[in-house]
């Protein structure tokens, strides 16, 4: 965890102090318009919850609402985390107790299951009774999560490399083929993965082991697919996707300080910067 320690208060340092300001349609002054350009569509934020110190991964489970974040829980020269959720016209988020620096979160929305990564492991939250945490995977210091295809895979901290769980013999296997320490990674609907190095962006294809390396950005702060399989790649100020033929990323939207990001069932992009989580909705502006 300490590394994302580091990365976290060079974030905070650099643009802890810079406030987010709606951009403006170009000529247009008129205070309807304010939004952010989405694939050039303008969208107009709207703020689910504000006042959160650090909103850093978010998932959301749609048939509810409910939108999970893992933030900083305390202050902030400490290594302290948490876990919790805001639902539709909630004031206050829920802390969700009994894990310990919880700061990795995913969704299932098929399953209706929550998981949760912290210093000691992988909880898991049946959301149709939540509230009764299951752990299982100990002993493990859990960096990030991600469900893809009925898996859960995972980074684990501080060796960095990827492991995955198998639900049906309930063990964990380190994913050989991926040999690099990363510090991001995804599965898109094609099949293809997309890991992030110290040294920038690569894809492996399918069934291949050779790494593509992309032009562009070389820091990420996220990677997440959308519910049409396409992979999102958040930078320091902008959401990227992928043109895979010549392995470049196109800018979709240009936000400041995006910490984590998640998908509404419409595809709607939420993101979280360090003290709000946002969601962009297309907006027509006359
Ligand atoms: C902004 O637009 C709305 C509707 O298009 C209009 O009613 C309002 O007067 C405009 N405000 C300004 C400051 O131009
Ligand atoms: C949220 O608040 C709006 C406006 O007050 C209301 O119309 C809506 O039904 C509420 N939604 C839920 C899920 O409570
Ligand atoms: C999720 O649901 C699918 C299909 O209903 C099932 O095959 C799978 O075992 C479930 N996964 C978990 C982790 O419960
Ligand atoms: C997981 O459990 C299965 C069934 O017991 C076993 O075949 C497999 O080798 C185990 N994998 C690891 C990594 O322990
Ligand atoms: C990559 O391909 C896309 C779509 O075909 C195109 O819009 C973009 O300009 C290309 N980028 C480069 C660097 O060739």
Not at 90 to 103: A, L, S, W
Request: net charge positive; hydrophobic share 35%; aromatic share 12%.
């Amino acid at each position: 965890m300490k590394f994302a320690i580091v990365l976290f208060c060079l974030i905070v340092g650099v643009y802890g102090k810079t406030t987010e300001k709606p951009k403006h349609k170009p000529h247009n002054s008129n205070k309807t318009c304010e939004g952010v350009h989405v694939h050039g569509k303008l969208h107009k934020r709207h703020v689910i919850m504000n006042g959160i110190n650090r909103p850093y991964q978010l998932a959301i489970y749609n048939h509810e609402h409910k939108i999970f974040f893992s933030f900083n829980a305390g202050d902030d020269t400490q290594d302290t985390f948490g876990i919790a959720y805001v639902k539709i016209n909630d004031t206050m988020p829920t802390e969700i107790q009994g894990i310990k620096n919880g700061f990795a979160v995913v969704v299932d929305e098929h399953n209706k299951t929550a998981y949760f990564g912290g210093n000691e492991g992988i909880y898991a939250d049946n959301l149709e009774k939540s509230g009764n945490l299951k752990h299982i995977v100990k002993n493990r210091d859990i960096w990030d999560l991600q469900y893809f295809d009925h898996h859960l895979y995972f980074i684990q901290y501080p060796s960095q490399r990827l492991h995955k769980y198998d639900f049906k013999h309930k063990n964990v296997t380190l994913q050989q083929h991926i040999h690099e320490k990363i510090y991001q990674f995804a599965i898109d609907g094609e099949g293809d993965t997309f890991i992030t190095t110290r040294d920038g962006l690569f894809e492996i294809k399918k069934g291949k082991n050779d790494r593509i390396p992309y032009q562009g950005p070389k820091q990420f702060r996220a990677i997440e697919v959308n519910h049409k399989g396409v992979a999102h790649f958040c930078a320091k100020s902008a959401i990227y996707v992928a043109h895979k033929e010549n392995h470049t990323l196109t800018e979709i939207a240009s936000i400041k300080n995006i910490f984590g990001l998640t998908f509404d069932s419409s595809d709607n992009m939420i993101y979280s910067n360090p003290h709000e989580i946002v969601k962009l909705l297309p907006h027509d502006c006359k």
